[in-house]
């Protein structure tokens, strides 16, 4: 067993010593049922029952006596995933049943349409699927599903054996990949319950985002190809000649659909399918719904929409489907596709498009980031013109010159990125990007310094980019919260000349703000109310708004509540600031330069002299925070407090806040609409608060309200 993260207590129904003594055959059934509920429970559901060393035993316990005992071996044996001998290429294999393609759906009249073409077919009133109360009674009932960013397969189970998996191909011949598919640890190898003579599965091989990650990670250390996403990974992964290429690859798979199906009734619905498929042992995604209407499926599809870059693993967009099979039937298909379902996509996350330069820009600490100015693609949602590189390291790593057609992805928030070059679209002629050797905004020398992925401007402060980003860093939400101070203002005023430092903030007025070129005297008096507002603030913030190299939000609040006063934190040397929460030697570093340097203590006198003020406290070194060591998840919507309360009271008592249930995870802290880190959680027996015990914690542990200085 090579998992990493079966990660769980002992299960106590999984005896492994003091067996009562069994023949061998007796044993090895045994081992092969045990091995199979824990397969199950570890990679369907998601919840591991049993630590990896014990795992490991009863697996090898079982190698051991199917090599005494070769008479007993059989295909389905967990040891059997192992990957057998390379192939020479693959078989075609005819579908039985054709693999039919989906039609697509993007917009909400789709939608309708396709629910009045449903209604309309089966025979119901033309207006049915809309919202009136004649109508809702003929609605027609639909399975909404997630359409998986993955490769559709095709697993043919005999008498509950797997005995093939083949890929979509045209949908009517594919490539028999069995040997690969077998090594999908998701997928059984054998069924549970009674099974049919003949079962088809339909459904997706596709990569978790965080295996992709870890996989992606461990070919770069190895100087082996990575991959440009999930899906191409599960696709390179899966067209493996060496089945033993593919064990090493974390696959995994959903089922959606039905294929042959001999020996049995079908059920009367699609989701009752599913369900039995999840019965059998099958993973089956549970994010999925059962809708009436038109309405229902856009609802469905905001939902989703909503959750997607939550999710973890890609998909681009959800699929309706008449959910009773009988109605599917009586609608048929049109020429490859069925009529009774319907793919409705999301905006793409990647597409292609041409880097049209690459130009450099200067961040808040100096950095120089190079960019990919291209021209303007829509994907994400959004139309994107730039996309960031990173540093010089990667675009020689991604081999991204002018002129090549790339890919480009944006998902949810995320800055968008060049992930990839198109090789065979690279145009003669295309340039490589070189590194100024000289700021383009000050001229001052770039330099990087060995051990470095980062080069830097080392113009300080003199540089105007940097100004900037120092006045943008200090005015965000999360420091001074100086609302309406954004990039156009900040632009102008420090090219004008007219702020140098944050301290300058706090001398302009609203003539001077209303000068500005687009600043209604309205806007200007509301900027000046804000920067007015921003002198009271809390310590942890302004030391955050400082903007010191390293020091982010979390940084910032352990050292408010360990240094308590300013003053403190100023003189303090290394020694002192190591003995702060997670601050290590480069940290403690960045701050005794900060403050050693002249400039920013000049600056820091200008701000209280302009009146900047905070609560300060006792140093808190004396009372160790409550909750420190403890880590919490929050989840769905509290009943009073906002997300980012909860979270800054629990952090103010020393506990960390992640955003993933682990097992690791001391406790999840539940609201309205919690959704999968609560069952998590469940599953792995974290305990769970709501609010109110969350408050009860806090209070029992002597924690104070949120914004306090301990
Ligand atoms: N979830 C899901 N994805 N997907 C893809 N269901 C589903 N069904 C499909 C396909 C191609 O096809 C059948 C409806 C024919």
């Not at 870890?214 to 493996?240: D, H, I, Y």
């Not at 939902?303 to 109605?327: H, M, S, T, W």
Request: glycine share 8%; charged share 25%.
């Amino acid at each position: 067993m090579n998992a990493t993260h079966r990660g769980a207590q002992a299960d106590a129904s999984a005896p492994v010593g003091g067996l009562p003594p069994a023949s061998a055959a007796e044993r090895v059934q045994w081992l092969r049922e045990e091995l199979d509920r824990h397969n199950h429970q570890y990679y369907v559901l998601d919840a591991p029952t049993i630590p990896d060393a014990e795992y490991d035993a009863l697996f090898s316990e079982l190698q051991a006596l199917e090599t005494e005992h070769p008479e007993l071996l059989t295909p389905d044996s967990p040891t059997q995933r192992v990957g057998g001998a390379p192939l020479s290429a693959f078989d075609t294999v005819r579908h039985r049943v054709p693999m039919l393609s989906l039609n697509n759906g993007f917009s909400d009249e789709d939608v309708v349409g396709f629910d009045r073409r449903c209604a309309q077919g089966l025979g119901r009133s033309a207006a049915a699927g809309e919202q009136d109360l004649f109508s809702a009674a003929q609605a027609v009932e639909y399975a909404s599903e997630l359409k998986f960013d993955g490769l559709a397969m095709s697993l043919r189970y005999e008498d509950g054996r797997l005995v093939q998996a083949a890929t979509r191909g045209d949908g009517e011949t594919g490539e028999d990949v069995t040997v690969n598919v077998r090594t999908i640890k998701a997928i059984p190898l054998k069924l549970r319950g009674a099974a049919p003579p003949v079962l088809e599965v339909r459904g997706e091989v596709f990569m978790y985002r965080r295996d992709f990650d870890k996989l992606n990670a461990r070919q770069a250390e190895a100087g082996e190809k990575t991959f440009v996403n999930p899906r191409n990974a599960a696709a390179g992964s899966l067209r493996q000649l060496d089945p033993r290429i593919t064990a090493r690859r974390p696959l995994s798979f959903f089922a959606y659909g039905l294929g042959e199906l001999q020996g049995m009734e079908r059920p009367a619905t699609h989701s009752a399918m599913l369900d039995g498929f999840a019965a059998m042992g099958l993973p089956v995604c549970q994010e999925r719904a059962v809708v009436k209407g038109a309405q229902g499926l856009l609802d469905f599809y905001r939902k989703v929409g909503e959750k997607r870059d939550q999710l973890p693993y890609d998909i681009d967009g959800v699929v309706y489907k008449v959910n009773a099979l009988a109605e599917q039937e009586q609608l048929g298909f049109v020429s490859r596709a069925p009529r009774f379902a319907l793919a409705h996509k999301f905006p793409a996350q990647e597409m292609t498009t041409i880097v049209e330069d690459i130009e450099v820009q200067v961040g808040r600490t100096g950095a120089i980031t190079p960019v990919a100015r291209l021209q303007p693609v829509f994907v994400g949602g959004v139309t994107v013109t730039n996309a960031t590189l990173h540093n010089e390291d990667e675009v020689r790593r991604k081999d991204v010159h002018i002129g090549d057609t790339v890919i480009v992805r944006r998902a949810g928030d995320v800055i968008p990125e060049v992930v990839a070059v198109v090789p065979e679209r690279r145009p003669e002629g295309a340039r490589a990007f070189v590194m100024p050797v000289t700021c383009p905004v000050c001229g001052s020398h770039i330099e990087r310094l060995e051990d470095e992925a980062i080069a830097r401007c080392t113009g300080g402060l003199i540089c105007a980019a940097q100004r900037k980003q120092a006045l943008l860093h200090f005015a965000q939400r999360r420091a001074m919260d100086i609302e309406g101070l954004g990039d156009k203002v900040v632009e102008q005023v420090v090219d004008q000349g007219i702020v140098h430092t944050p301290a300058d903030l706090y001398k302009l007025g609203v003539a001077k703000l209303a000068a500005l070129d687009r600043m209604a005297d309205k806007s200007a008096g509301n900027l000046v109310a804000a920067i007015e507002a921003s002198r009271s603030t809390t310590f942890n913030r302004f030391i955050f708004a400082l903007g010191i190299r390293h020091v982010g939000e979390a940084t910032a609040k352990d050292l408010a509540r360990h240094f308590g006063k300013l003053d403190a934190l100023m003189v303090a040397d290394e020694a002192a600031l190591l003995e702060v929460n997670d601050v290590g030697p480069v940290v403690a570093q960045s701050i005794v330069n900060f403050f050693g340097e002249p400039h920013n203590v000049e600056v820091i006198e200008q701000l209280r002299a302009a009146g900047v003020h905070w609560a300060e406290s006792e140093p808190a070194a004396r009372a160790p925070a409550p909750l420190a060591g403890k880590t919490f998840v929050l989840t769905g919507t509290l009943p009073t407090l906002s997300r980012e309360t909860a979270k800054e009271m629990l952090e103010a008592a020393g506990a960390k806040v992640a955003g993933s249930v682990s097992k690791k995870t001391d406790y999840v802290v539940a609201g309205a609409e919690a959704g999968s880190k609560l069952d998590k959680a469940e599953a792995l027996g974290v305990p769970v608060l709501d609010e109110a015990g969350m408050l009860a914690l806090l209070e029992s542990a002597g924690a104070g309200q949120p914004g306090e200085q301990p």
